[in-house]
Protein backbone atom coordinates (compact mmCIF):
# COMPACT_ATOMS: atom_id res chain seq x y z
CA UNK A 1 0.00 0.00 0.00
CA UNK A 2 1.31 3.89 -0.88
CA UNK A 3 2.78 5.60 2.67
CA UNK A 4 0.44 8.70 1.45
CA UNK A 5 -2.83 6.11 1.01
CA UNK A 6 -1.92 4.63 4.59
CA UNK A 7 -1.32 8.22 6.06
CA UNK A 8 -5.00 9.56 4.84
CA UNK A 9 -6.57 6.46 5.62
CA UNK A 10 -5.26 6.83 9.10
CA UNK A 11 -6.20 10.49 9.46
CA UNK A 12 -9.66 10.03 8.02
CA UNK A 13 -10.56 8.14 10.71
CA UNK A 14 -10.55 11.10 13.50
CA UNK A 15 -11.28 13.77 11.12
CA UNK A 16 -14.46 11.83 10.12
CA UNK A 17 -15.50 11.88 14.03
CA UNK A 18 -14.91 15.68 14.01
CA UNK A 19 -17.24 16.47 10.96
CA UNK A 20 -19.94 13.93 12.55
CA UNK A 21 -19.44 16.31 15.75
CA UNK A 22 -19.67 19.31 14.07
CA UNK A 23 -23.02 18.63 12.01
CA UNK A 24 -24.25 17.43 14.80
CA UNK A 25 -23.62 20.93 16.65
CA UNK A 26 -24.51 22.76 13.62
CA UNK A 27 -28.27 20.95 13.20
CA UNK A 28 -28.62 21.61 16.78
CA UNK A 29 -27.51 25.32 17.63
CA UNK A 30 -27.63 27.00 14.14
CA UNK A 31 -24.65 29.60 14.99
CA UNK A 32 -21.76 31.07 13.75
CA UNK A 33 -19.55 29.22 15.75
CA UNK A 34 -20.72 25.61 14.71
CA UNK A 35 -21.40 26.97 11.02
CA UNK A 36 -17.19 27.65 11.19
CA UNK A 37 -16.38 24.55 12.62
CA UNK A 38 -18.32 22.94 10.50
CA UNK A 39 -16.43 24.28 7.61
CA UNK A 40 -13.01 23.87 9.49
CA UNK A 41 -13.89 19.70 9.51
CA UNK A 42 -15.02 20.00 6.25
CA UNK A 43 -12.05 21.98 4.73
CA UNK A 44 -9.99 19.01 6.60
CA UNK A 45 -11.94 16.13 5.65
CA UNK A 46 -11.22 17.91 1.72
CA UNK A 47 -7.64 17.70 2.65
CA UNK A 48 -7.63 13.81 3.37
CA UNK A 49 -9.33 13.08 0.14
CA UNK A 50 -6.92 15.30 -1.76
CA UNK A 51 -4.10 13.03 -0.76
CA UNK A 52 -5.91 10.06 -1.67
CA UNK A 53 -6.65 11.22 -4.64
CA UNK A 54 -2.69 11.93 -5.37
CA UNK A 55 -2.00 8.68 -3.76
CA UNK A 56 -4.41 6.82 -6.07
CA UNK A 57 -3.74 9.25 -9.29
CA UNK A 58 -7.05 10.33 -9.79
CA UNK A 59 -7.68 13.67 -12.13
CA UNK A 60 -3.74 13.75 -13.51
CA UNK A 61 -4.67 17.33 -14.52
CA UNK A 62 -4.48 18.43 -11.30
CA UNK A 63 -0.52 17.59 -10.96
CA UNK A 64 -0.66 16.32 -7.23
CA UNK A 65 2.54 16.73 -5.55
CA UNK A 66 3.92 19.49 -7.94
CA UNK A 67 4.67 22.52 -6.69
CA UNK A 68 2.51 25.34 -8.24
CA UNK A 69 -0.22 23.13 -9.40
CA UNK A 70 -3.78 22.99 -8.73
CA UNK A 71 -3.85 20.29 -6.52
CA UNK A 72 -1.44 22.10 -4.68
CA UNK A 73 -3.29 25.26 -4.01
CA UNK A 74 -6.07 22.81 -3.42
CA UNK A 75 -4.87 20.73 -0.79
CA UNK A 76 -3.13 24.17 0.75
CA UNK A 77 -6.18 26.17 1.65
CA UNK A 78 -7.80 23.39 2.54
CA UNK A 79 -5.26 23.09 5.34
CA UNK A 80 -5.09 26.98 6.03
CA UNK A 81 -9.06 27.36 6.33
CA UNK A 82 -9.59 23.79 8.30
CA UNK A 83 -7.30 24.25 10.78
CA UNK A 84 -8.23 28.11 11.50
CA UNK A 85 -12.03 27.56 11.32
CA UNK A 86 -12.20 23.70 13.24
CA UNK A 87 -10.74 24.92 16.41
CA UNK A 88 -12.08 28.92 15.91
CA UNK A 89 -15.43 28.19 15.63
CA UNK A 90 -15.15 24.98 18.22
CA UNK A 91 -13.28 27.91 21.01
CA UNK A 92 -16.40 30.66 20.29
CA UNK A 93 -18.97 27.55 20.96
CA UNK A 94 -17.36 27.03 23.96
CA UNK A 95 -17.38 30.55 25.09
CA UNK A 96 -20.72 31.24 24.01
CA UNK A 97 -22.40 28.02 26.33
CA UNK A 98 -23.32 29.32 29.87
CA UNK A 99 -21.31 28.08 32.88
CA UNK A 100 -22.23 24.32 33.84
CA UNK A 101 -24.14 23.32 30.48
CA UNK A 102 -22.88 20.73 28.65
CA UNK A 103 -20.88 19.02 31.76
CA UNK A 104 -22.53 15.86 33.28
CA UNK A 105 -20.41 16.14 36.40
Known amino acids: ?4 L ?3 AIAFVPLSALLRYS ?3 FVERR ?3 SMLQLIGAACLVLVVLTHVAEALHLFPAMRWG ?3 SPGHYLDL ?3 VLGVTFAPVG ?3 QRRARP ?3 GSSA
Open 31 to 33: TVP
Open 66 to 68: EPD
Open 90 to 92: YIL
Open 99 to 101: RGQ
Open 77 to 79: FGA
Open 6 to 8: LRS
Open 23 to 25: VAA
Open 1 to 4: MNGT
